[in-house]
C-alpha cells in the first residue's frame, strides 16, 4: 500500500491530488470568465502554486489549462505563455507577450525584412517576442518594446475576443530559433486542439440538452431518429479528435501535433453544424450560449495552422516524404 | 534464415512479453529480410477462395517462424503476450506494406471470447487458427433478423442426453463459404424470451444437417455464406459460455470486433492508402492531395481512437457502449478510403485501362474492385452504423429513448 500513490500515478498519469487541482483550475478559469478583459494569468496561477504543479504533472497541467479556457470562455495569455515556454532559454530576460503569425501566413511568422507583423492578443504590454521568417525558410527571434509597435484592433468573428493587429519597425538582434520555433508551433498546436475538442464538447452537451427538453409532435425531439444520429455522428468525430490529442499529448511530434489540430478543427465544424442543425432558431440567437462555442472556435481554429491550412501542409508533406515501397507514417505509440 | 529465426523467436519468447518494442524490432528485420515478401505484397487472386488459401500459407509460414503467436496464450499456441503484441504485428505487416492474412480478421473477433467463455475448446483448436489450417465463422444474423439481432430464431433444444439438436437458418455468414466451424447464436429459451434465451456453441462445418451455401457479392466473390441447420447434433462440450448466457458472450465478442479488429482493419487500409500515395507521387494526380491527406487524418483519428480500446482490453478492461464509436470511426474510415481509390483510379476501376491503354493484370483489377464492394459492408456488417448511433445516442450522450 505504501507504494499505491506511485503505482496509481504510473496508471493513469495522475495522484490524487489531481482532482483538487483540477477542480481548482476550472473554478478559476470561469471567476475569470465573468469578466470580459483578456487577462495575464500568470499572477493567478503562482498562487495555485503552479510551478510545483507544473513540475509534478508536466504534460496534464498544461491540457488542463486549456481545456478550463475552452470550457470557461476565459480571455487569457495561457498560449502565450506556453509558446514563450519553448523559447525562452533563448531570451535574456523573460518577455511578456507573443506576436502571433497572420492568419493567411499559418505557421510561419509575418515579420521579416525589417518588419514587424503580426497578431497580438490582448492589450499591448511590455516586451514582445517576435518570431521572424528568415532565410530559406528558417525562423529567427528578437524582442521588442510594446511601445514601439501600432495595433489596430481587429474586427474578431467572436466579437469578444481582443486580437490586435501589430506593426513596427524590426530593428533588435535576431537569435536564430528555428528548431525552438517549431517546438513552439507544435506546443501551441496541442493547446489550442485541446481547446477546440473542450470548446466542442459544451457546444455538443448544449444540443443534447436541449433536444432533451424541446417537444414537438408531442415527444421530446431527442427521441427522433434524425437529430439523434445527427449528434450521435458529430460526437463520434469528436472522440477520433480527442483519442489523437491524446496520443499527440503523450508521444507526439510536430506532424503529429498538426494532425490533432486539424482533426479537433474539423470535429468542432463537424459539431457546431450538427449542434446549430438540431437546436433550431434558438440555437441561433444571441440569447442562447450555443453561438458563444462556435464563434470561439473558429477564432481558435484560425491560428497556428486552420484545418483547411494543415491539411495542406500535410497533403504536401505526406507526397514529399514518399519513396518507392515506404509506409505512412504511423502515429500511435504504445509507450 | 527461417530456421535461425525460428530458434530466435522461440528463445526470445521472454524478452518479447515484456517489451514489446523489441518484439517490433526484430519482426520488422525478419519481414525485411524475407525473400518471399515480394511475391507475398504483389499476390492477386480471382477468387475469395485462393485468396484465402494463400494467406493460410502465409498464416503458416509467420506461425512455423513463431511470429504470428506473440499476443496469444501459451494454452492456445501462442506465446504469451497480450492485445498490444497483436496490434504491434498489425502495424509491422503495414510498416512493411504487406496484406494482412483475411483469417486474422475472423481470429481477432472470435478468439478472445473463445479463451474466455470455452477455454477447452480454445486450447484445442486456436493452435489450428493460428497456423492457418482451419478458420472459423459467425452465425449470428439470421434472414429475418439482421439489426434486431435479439429476434432470432434458430433453435437449439436439449437432447436429453447432455447435447443440443440445432435447427434454423444464419445467414450474412463472413468466410462461410470455406470455414472449419462456427459460432453459433442459437435460442434455447422461448421464443419471446429475446435476448435473455440465446446460448452460444460452436459446431463444426462439416456436422450432419449443416449445409452450406456461398454468396457471392456484387464482385463476383463468394466471401459470405447462407448456412442452414437440420437437426444438427452438438455436444454439450461444444457450448461457449453458460446456457442463457449467450448474449454476454456475444457483447464480450463485441467489443472485439468493434475495437480490436477495428484497429487491425485499420492497418489494412493505411497499407491500401500507401499504395495510392505510390500511384498518386507517380501518375500526378495533384488535385486529390489534400482530400488524401483529410482522409488520411480520418484513419488516423479512427485508429488512434481504437488503440485507446486495445489498450484498455489489454490491461482486462470493459469497453461496453463505447466501442460503438470505434466502430462508427473505423467503419466510415474504411470506406473514406476506398471511396478515395475508386475516384482516384476511376479510369482503370471502371474500364480498367490506364492512360487508356488495358492494363495487364485481371486478378489485380478485379481484387481492387472486390475490396470496394467489400468495403460498403463496414458500415453493415457487425451492427450497422444506424445501431451504433442509436447506441451512442442513448449510452454515451443519454439522450431520450428513441421514439419508434
Known sequence: MGNSREEQKAADGVDESWPMIEEAVLRLFDDLAEKPDHVAIGPRLTELGWSDIEAEYPVEACELLFRAQGRSLAHTDCLDRVMLAELATLLDEPADGMVLPNLADGCTPSSGQGQVNGILQGAPRGRLLVPVSTAMGTVSVTVVDADTLTYERLDTFDSSMYWACVAGPLDGDLIDASTEWNRAISAAQRALATELVALSDRALRIAVEQISVRVQFGTPIGSLQSPRHALADAAATLEGARALLGETWRHGGPMSAQIAKAAAGRAHRAVSDAALQVCGAIGLTAEHDLHRYVARGFMIDALCGSYQQLEAVLAERLFDIHSPGRALPAIISWG | ???????????????????????????????????????????????????????????????????????????????????????????????????????????????????????????????????????????????????????????????????????????????????ARLLVLARTGTPESRHRGLTMFMVDAHSPGVTIRPIALASGRRELA???????????????????????????????????????????????????????????????????????????????????????????????????????????????????????????????????????????????????????????MGGTAEVQRGIIADHILGLPKEKR
Do not use: C
Open chain 2, 226 to 380: 447462407e448456412v442452414f441447420f437440420d437437426d444438427v447434433r452438438v455436444p454439450h462440450d461444444r457450448l461457449v459460455g453458460d446456457v442463457g448466457g449467450g448474449w454476454a458472450v456475444t457483447m464480450h465478442l463485441m467489443q472485439y470486433e468493434r475495437g480490436m479488429y477495428g484497429y487491425a482493419v485499420l492497418n489494412k487500409v493505411v497499407t491500401e492508402l500507401g499504395r495510392l500515395r505510390a500511384d498518386m507521387a507517380t501518375r500526378g494526380a495533384a488535385a486529390s492531395r489534400e482530400r488524401f491527406a483529410r482522409v488520411y487524418i480520418d484513419v488516423m483519428a479512427a485508429q488512434a481512437r481504437t488503440a485507446t480500446t486495445v489498450r484498455k482490453l489489454a490491461h482486462d478492461g470493459t469497453v461496453g457502449p463505447d466501442s460503438s464509436i470505434d466502430k462508427l470511426l473505423f467503419a466510415e474510415a474504411e470506406k473514406a478510403v476506398n471511396d478515395l481509390i475508386l475516384d482516384v483510379q476511376r479510369e482503370w476501376m471502371i474500364t480498367g485501362t490506364r492512360d487508356a491503354r488495358v492494363s495487364a493484370s485481371h486478378d489485380e483489377l478485379d481484387t481492387a474492385r472486390a475490396e470496394w464492394w467489400y468495403s460498403r459492408a463496414a458500415t453493415i
Open chain 2, 1 to 179: 534464415m527461417s530456421r535461425a529465426v525460428h530458434t530466435t523467436v522461440g528463445e526470445r519468447r521472454r524478452d518479447y512479453v515484456s517489451d514489446v518494442a523489441l518484439y517490433r524490432r526484430d519482426f520488422r528485420r525478419y519481414l525485411s529480410d524475407l525473400d518471399t515478401a515480394d511475391d507475398w505484397r504483389e499476390a492477386f487472386f480471382g477468387t475469395a477462395e485462393e485468396g484465402l488459401t494463400h494467406d493460410a500459407r502465409v498464416m503458416s509460414q509467420l506461425n512455423s517462424a513463431g511470429w504470428n503467436r506473440l499476443g496469444w496464450p501459451e494454452r492456445a499456441g501462442g506465446l504469451g503476450g497480450n492485445e498490444i503484441h497483436r496490434a504491434v504485428y498489425y502495424e509491422e505487416l503495414g510498416y512493411a506494406m504487406l496484406p494482412i492474412p483475411a483469417q486474422q480478421w475472423t481470429l481477432e473477433v472470435m478468439g478472445p471470447t473463445m479463451l474466455k467463455y470455452a477455454p477447452g475448446l480454445a486450447e484445442e483448436y486456436l493452435p489450428a487458427y493460428l497456423n492457418g489450417s482451419e478458420w472459423w465463422a459467425q452465425g449470428f444474423s439470421e434472414p429475418e433478423s439482421g439489426s434486431d439481432l435479439a429476434s432470432l430464431r434458430t433453435r437449439a433444444v436439449d437432447d436429453g442426453a447432455g447435447g443440443y439438436v440445432i435447427n434454423g437458418n444464419k445467414i450474412w455468414t463472413s468466410q462461410g463459404p470455406t470455414a
